[in-house]
């Protein structure tokens, strides 16, 4: 629960700052170029996504627990360079399955973008050897 709330204290007013927004989307932008799609996870990863796509002149494609949304049918992801997007690594679980989800679909997962990263918790093992940028990491 804390560790929830830190994040939820330091990254939401970030992203309701135009420039906040801006910037955080420029950052991972950078680090997502050569993508055919982005994939943002639930809830502020959508948020993220959106806007990096958008950066980026390409798709977003919305990655939530199975029974929350609508399947991603008519989306064709066999051969597509996906680049995951999410808030916060912590231990690595979500980018994980997001991953491993991904990629059983047939998209060629090229690495994922987080704005936090928690060391301490080492969500980097649980998702070896995807390839993991943070904006910021305590």
Do not use: C, W
Not at 1 to 14: C, S
Not at 51 to 63: C, D, E, Q, S
Not at 101 to 125: D, Q, S
């Amino acid at each position: 629960r804390r560790i929830r709330d830190t994040g939820a204290t330091v990254l939401t007013p970030v992203l309701a700052d135009a420039y906040g927004l801006a910037e955080v989307s420029r950052a991972i932008a950078d680090s997502a170029r050569g993508a055919d799609l982005v994939a943002g996870v639930d809830a502020r990863g959508f948020l993220l996504g959106g806007a990096v796509a958008v950066t980026l002149g390409i798709g977003v494609l919305a990655v939530r627990k199975g029974g929350k949304l609508p399947p991603a049918d008519g989306v064709e992801l066999a051969g597509r360079s996906v680049v995951v997007i999410d808030d916060v690594l912590a231990t690595g679980g979500t980018l994980a399955a997001a991953h491993q989800l991904l990629t059983k679909a047939g998209a060629n997962v090229t690495g994922a973008v987080v704005m936090m990263e928690l060391t301490a918790l080492g969500g980097r093992a649980a998702v070896d050897p995807l390839e993991v940028t943070s904006l910021y990491s305590v």
